[in-house]
């Protein structure tokens, strides 16, 4: 691989006029030796590289230690923070920033949850302990627990809901899932912590672990999940977003700037051993969202 190459591979939003300059001003180095050329690099090699201005979206970078064991951690993650690099982050990233602000330099991500979502995320210590526990996760996790603030009052009090989830070849938005005849088997327990007006705070007991499982089956139960953007009002906010047509009132409809769901507990069987860890650091928009519609977070 060509050394600009893997710069851009590990800086996706960096421009290619960047790299010339990171070249031509010597700020590149393979093994401690300066590099001005875009030279072949090779497995092993060090590379360190230095950019003067360097600018990524704005993130809530506020993570928090949960709960630590031998091998593994339980984190806080804010919403709108990804968790590992996207086509826009790569610095300020949740396992980057565990791995530079705890002793955990090399810590790994043992599941994820999407950039909306805030809560609860494992990790382990190192990379091995990381291949040793993935293959393991779901014997791991034994219960998980999300809290969502959804549009309207259920007309049920529990409900234990399972479905196929697919995706459709017509829709619009790609990447949602719908409720189908055919698909993944998923399914969710959930119950009515408490309604206000036309709001209710739902609990939601994760049975299966598909991509969008909660947010697609609260929809399809009639249920969005407030300031969801692709499945509350039949998702709009994305699509206008992909064109570039946001306006003030379509932030408005929206409500919060990011879905309210939250990883709220997990229940722990490290090897024989159980741990259940809650995480209660809801986010600003939860909070001010419960406050505004009479809601007790």
Wanted: charged fraction near 25%.
């Amino acid at each position: 691989m060509l050394l600009k190459t893997y710069i851009e591979f590990c800086m996706p939003t960096i421009e290619l006029s960047v790299i010339d300059e990171i070249l031509l001003n010597s700020q590149c180095k393979i093994d401690g030796v300066v590099v001005n050329t875009n030279t072949e690099i090779k497995q092993g090699q060090n590379i360190c590289w230095s950019v003067v201005e360097y600018f990524e979206p704005d993130v809530d970078i506020n993570w928090k230690l949960l709960w630590e064991g031998d091998e593994i951690l339980a984190v806080h993650k804010p919403a709108n923070l990804p968790v590992h690099k996207t086509t826009r982050n790569v610095i300020n990233t949740l396992v980057k920033l565990v791995q530079r602000e705890s002793n955990f330099s090399d810590a790994h991500l043992l599941h994820r949850l999407d950039l909306d979502t805030s809560g609860i995320v494992l990790l382990t210590k190192n990379k091995e302990q990381a291949q040793y526990w993935q293959p393991k996760l779901a014997a791991l996790m034994q219960k998980k627990v999300y809290k969502a603030i959804v549009y309207g009052k259920p007309n049920w009090q529990e409900l234990d809901f399972e479905c196929f989830l697919n995706t459709k070849q017509d829709s619009d938005i790609r990447c949602k899932m719908y409720v189908c005849d055919t698909g993944k088997q998923s399914g969710t327990f959930f119950k009515v912590l408490q309604t206000c007006g036309d709001y209710s705070i739902i609990e939601c007991h994760l049975k299966t672990g598909r991509k969008h499982q909660l947010r697609a089956h609260l929809a399809h139960l009639g249920h969005p999940i407030v300031g969801d953007k692709i499945y509350a009002n039949n998702g709009e906010y994305y699509l206008k977003r992909l064109n570039d047509e946001i306006t003030e009132l379509d932030e408005l409809k929206l409500k919060t700037s990011h879905h309210l769901l939250m990883a709220y507990e997990i229940e722990l069987d490290i090897n024989g051993v159980e741990q259940l860890i809650k995480d209660e650091h809801y986010s600003p928009q939860w909070i001010k969202f419960c406050n505004e519609v009479g809601l007790k977070g």
